[in-house]
């Protein structure tokens, strides 16, 4: 297998774009990729104070590193799920990383604040993954809003969001099929605007960008998403992709042509409140973080 590039030996092959690629050139096309989106989606500016949410897996390890290639102004921000071995490793994984890009980082560590996933789970009788969408959520919010970053990015990438807008289309969820734009507005006077530069490249060619880049990234998947239906998707994409190679983007570039027109400007500002108890902006008195850790105490 040769590069299209430069005739090298190819260390990757994608088929979707039928080509074949050296690390040099592997590098230059994810980086490509990478801006392609960033450009199109008008993500953000070179002067814009951008904070990347990362949890220690190749995606966000990656976009973090891109960015920060880049020239971009970037700082990565950990939370700390206190999930037993599993956070302790990804954290590791983060901080290594960290070290030695010379990367800022801001850690908020659940186990110190009192609410641990787990446990703030049981107490509240909730599922994992619902409680920690919750508590994660909040707090990015809160660190993106108090660190004054003009930008959230996440490293979702094309497996994600094709799979997800796929779960969407199944149960014919309308209204969360915006979702999976790559960039969500900011909203209300607090709450960022997020990004996604990530959403024209594959699972397997993050993991292939940070093997290739000495990229070490926590290679198991949280314990708590074994059985997620998003998995299912997911292989069910990856099986249409295989016999049909190019399908899956197909699929996801053209829905994001048919809603590229809709008007993503409103926020919700209007009808925003301010919560009682932690200051950040709500849609009650109280927002949903705090209803639920008042339960755990
Ligand atoms: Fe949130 Fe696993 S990453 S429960
Ligand atoms: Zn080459
Ligand atoms: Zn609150």
């Known amino acids: 297998m040769k590069c299209v590039k430069c005739n090298g030996n190819a260390v990757i092959n994608i088929r979707r774009a039928n080509a074949a690629f050296c690390k040099e050139h592997f590098n230059e096309y994810f980086t490509e990729q990478t801006l392609k989106s960033i450009k199109q989606f008008r993500m953000f500016r070179k002067t814009d104070k951008i904070m990347v949410c990362v949890s220690g897996g190749k995606d966000s390890l990656v976009l973090w590193h891109v960015l920060h290639n880049l ?23 983060v901080t290594a990383f960290a070290d030695k890009f010379g990367l800022k980082t801001i850690i908020v560590d659940l186990r110190e604040k009192g609410y641990p996933i787990p446990f703030v789970a049981r107490r509240a009788k909730r599922e994992d993954c619902a409680v920690c969408g919750t508590i994660k959520r909040y707090y990015f919010n809160r660190a993106a809003y108090d660190g004054g970053f003009d930008v959230v990015a996440t490293g979702h990438n094309l497996d994600d969001e094709a799979s997800r807008l796929l779960a969407n289309i199944m149960h014919w969820n309308d209204e969360y099929m915006d979702n999976t734009y790559p960039v969500l507005p900011a909203g209300g006077k607090m709450l960022k605007k997020k990004v996604k530069p990530l959403v024209r490249l594959t699972e397997r060619e993050t993991a292939a960008f940070a093997i290739l880049n000495g990229i070490d990234y926590v290679m198991e998947e949280c314990p708590m998403s074994k059985g997620a239906t998003s998995l299912i998707f997911k292989e069910a994409l990856s099986t249409i992709e295989d016999k049909m190679a190019g399908t899956e983007i197909f699929f996801y570039t053209k829905f994001l042509e048919r809603v590229k027109d809709k008007d993503r400007s409103k926020t919700d500002s209007d009808e925003m409140k301010i919560c009682q108890t932690c200051g950040m902006e709500s849609f009650m008195d109280k927002c949903t973080f705090c209803r639920l850790v008042e339960k755990v105490k």
Not at 72 to 85: A, E, F, H, P, R
């Open 71 to 93: 020239g971009c102004d970037v700082t990565g921000m950990y939370i700390d799920l206190g999930i037993n071995g599993y956070s302790d490793r990804s954290k590791e994984k």
